[in-house]
């Protein structure tokens, strides 16, 4: 959904054929900016074989015809003084009140994203190294993004995406950094999201970057195994040379 523009489309009723393929449509749409719904605008739209006939807007007031039978239409519901009366009530008893609806039921609904900092390209010493901070499946899709160093806010070399859609209703956006590391400076990612109380600080640990830490974890894990893998063979080493086999259970 737009950050900008929000709008709500109902089909009523969907398309209807007839035996000659001749077609027609109603369509309701509701668009709105903001969220407490003070400049909703409703559209009611009559199509048929793909041509707007003729158009109710809420902002207008009242029926504009774009074609011969659209105008006659127009100024013949424009004269009837109940039609538009449900016509103008439809602003709030069709619009607000779904759209009411969908902000309680869904739209107000957040998930919190799941946040790393990760460094992409190490410094040589001349060139810059990059860090990457990366937040993923959260709702709803605005987020925002910075970086501060040594609680500063970094105003340039930084370059983000735009937020993404996963295709399952959350999102995912990355912000990266470049820099030339300095001894004992703190960098940090600052996350903002609707699901949070407070900016959330994220701090990056130079110590031990996250491929050394894979390395780590995976040499360690081979060498429980490797051990684990001697002492049975030890085990039944002993047991075969003694005449007695143990066999596991």
């Avoid at 009559?46 to 029926?63: A, D, F, H, P």
Wanted: net charge neutral; glycine share 6%.
């Amino acid at each position: 959904m737009s950050k900008l523009l929000k709008i709500l489309l109902i089909l009523l009723p969907a398309v209807l054929h007839t035996a000659n393929g001749h077609s027609a449509a109603l369509q309701h749409w509701c668009i709105w900016s903001k969220e407490d719904l003070s400049d909703m605008e409703y559209i009611h739209s009559r199509i048929m074989n793909k041509v707007k006939v003729l158009e109710y807007n809420s902002t207008v007031g009242k029926y504009v015809g774009y074609t011969e039978l659209g105008i006659y239409n127009a100024e013949r519901f424009n004269n009837d003084t109940a039609y538009m009366r449900e016509r103008k009530a439809a602003l709030d008893i069709f619009c607000k009140d779904n759209v009411g609806n969908c902000y309680r039921n869904i739209l107000s609904r957040t998930v919190e994203p799941q946040v790393e900092v990760t460094l992409v390209k190490k410094s040589d010493g001349t060139h810059p190294a990059t860090l990457m901070c990366s937040a993923y499946s959260f709702y709803p899709p605005t987020i925002s993004v910075t970086w501060l160093r040594n609680r500063k806010e970094i105003k340039g070399d930084v370059t983000s995406t735009e937020e993404m859609a996963d295709g399952d209703w959350y999102y995912q956006v990355h912000s990266h950094l470049e820099y030339m590391p300095e001894s004992g400076e703190e960098l940090s990612c600052v996350v903002q999201h609707a699901s949070f109380t407070k900016p959330m600080n994220y701090k990056w640990d130079p110590s031990m970057p996250e491929p050394d830490k894979s390395k780590i974890a995976i040499g360690a894990s081979g060498l429980v195994l490797g051990i684990v893998l001697s002492a049975a063979g030890f085990i039944y080493y002993r047991k075969k040379s003694s005449g007695r086999i143990l066999v596991p259970i």
